[in-house]
């Protein structure tokens, strides 16, 4: 398993980068992160008079005075001189290049902030995740910096070896509990005997241990897998509300699972999981 040694966050310079940079300083002391990296879009095409006045009066550029608004938010939560962490500003308004540098740059983890009352509409973050090719962890506005219970959704796609990896190799690094779910969605080519609902849950219990018991010696990992029912609600609904009942900190999902089409960059399940009405923090193996 890779260590998560290079990572990177997303600044928007508003107040949501101070809160961020504080989740990152406390993941830090779980994961002892190697480099840190600022991101930063300039998204202004053409200056004001008035603010090209501004930086003239300042004798400072654009891209010098966001540096300069950055590195003092670094400076606030990690102390100054910090070598180990770095600000990359993107001079132009070209959301492909800044994406082309992002997945050359080969991070191990990308932090992106989920705003639901700060500023900001959060489109940025929703399309940072479809088309960035590292692990990405997306975190609420009021998530904390702790994991005490990761949750680990099982669909037994051909993505779950790599998320059972790596929420093992989570939950070893950090010492916190790792609990395994499988919703169990009782199909419409069941309808005629859903009479019989009891039998069919326990038939497909019975075969989800199956699977997970050869998952679970492949990972190398001991934890128990426990089951719900969707009961009516999407998985992803499903998935959120027995995280919330178990009191967890964090999620790993793939971007897509089992029942998403091949062409799509983004699955149902990982959709729903980070939209802004989700309040946890979720975290997206590639």
């Known amino acids: 398993m890779k260590n998560l040694n290079k990572i990177a966050l997303a600044a928007d310079l508003t107040e949501m980068d101070e809160m ?22 300039i998204e202004i095409e053409e ?36 070598s180990t962490i770095h600000i990359y500003i993107q001079p132009q308004p070209d959301f492909s290049a800044l994406v082309n540098w992002i ?38 506005e009021t998530a904390k910096p702790t994991i005490t ?11 779950t070896g790599k998320v059972l990896e790596m929420s093992g190799h989570i939950s070893k690094t950090t010492g916190t509990e790792l609990l395994p779910i499988h919703i169990l969605k009782i199909g419409i080519h069941y309808f005629p005997f859903v009479g019989n609902e009891k039998s069919i849950r326990k038939s497909l219990e019975k075969e989800a241990l199956g ?10 990992i001991e934890a128990s ?5 969707a009961e009516g609600n999407s998985i992803g609904n499903a998935i959120y509300k027995h995280t919330r009942e178990l009191k ?12 998403d089409d091949s062409d799509l960059l983004l699955g149902s399940v ?15 193996i590639q």
């Not at 504080?22 to 990296?37: A, N």
């Open 149 to 159: 219970k990761t949750i680990v959704p099982i669909d037994f796609s051909s993505y």
């Open 248 to 259: 967890g900190d964090l999620i790993v999902i793939s971007k897509k699972g089992k029942s």
């Open 47 to 82: 200056l004001s008079s008035e603010f090209e006045a501004m930086l003239a009066q300042k004798n400072q550029s654009l891209e010098e005075l966001i540096r300069e608004e950055l590195q003092s938010k670094i400076d606030s939560v990690f102390g100054e001189n910090k």
């Open 270 to 284: 990982a959709e729903n999981l980070i939209a802004n009405d989700k309040n946890v923090t979720v975290l997206i």
């Open 103 to 140: 997945n050359k740059s080969k991070f191990d983890l990308f932090f992106l902030g989920k705003k639901k009352g700060l500023e900001g509409s959060g489109i940025f973050s929703s399309k940072m995740v479809r088309l960035l090719r590292c692990n990405l962890i997306l975190v609420p």
């Open 225 to 229: 897998l426990s089951m719900y029912l």
């Open 20 to 41: 961020m940079l504080h989740f990152i300083k406390g993941y830090d002391s779980l994961f002892d992160f190697e480099e840190l990296h600022l991101i930063h879009q």
């Open 211 to 220: 699977k997970y018991e050869k998952l679970k010696k492949k990972a190398n």
